[in-house]
Nanobody, 123 residues
Framework: LQLVESGGGLVEPGGSLTLSCVGS????????IAWFRQAPGKEREKVGC????????NYTESVKGRFTLSSDTSKNTVYLQMTKLEQTDTGVYYC?????????????????WGQGTQVTVSP
């Protein structure tokens, strides 16, 4: 079972990128899929989570109104659309299966993680 991220790159502040997370050998629609990011020298932090089957989303405060999670089950893919990017959004972005109870979601070592994709926001 595998998750593969793609879509990272270099973008100027104010720009947009869309990241993809593709599932291999399992159907994402039965999972909550979360995105995390890690900037150099910093702890990994939450970005957002999507309950694929019912479309419910939850975002960390710093990305609300700028990032949007969506899915295409025919492609077994979850997307993270990022707009109005800021330099503080720079980091390696990871998708993972997640556990979600009430408004608390998280992923740990028992979940499936992708290898990450680099997002760099720079003038």
């Amino acid at each position: 079972l595998q998750l593969v991220e793609s879509g990272g790159g270099l973008v100027e502040p104010g720009g947009s990128l869309t990241l993809s997370c593709v599932g291999s050998e399992f159907l994402l629609e039965w999972y909550a899929i979360a995105w995390f990011r890690q900037a150099p020298g910093k702890e990994r932090e939450k970005v957002g989570c999507l309950a694929v089957r019912n479309g419910i989303t939850n975002y960390t405060e710093s990305v609300k109104g700028r990032f949007t999670l969506s899915s295409d089950t025919s492609k077994n893919t979850v997307y993270l659309q990022m707009t109005k990017l800021e330099q503080t959004d720079t980091g390696v972005y990871y998708c993972a299966t997640a556990k979600w109870n009430d408004e608390i979601w998280y992923a740990d070592e028992s979940d499936y993680w992708g290898q990450g994709t680099q997002v760099t926001v720079s003038p």
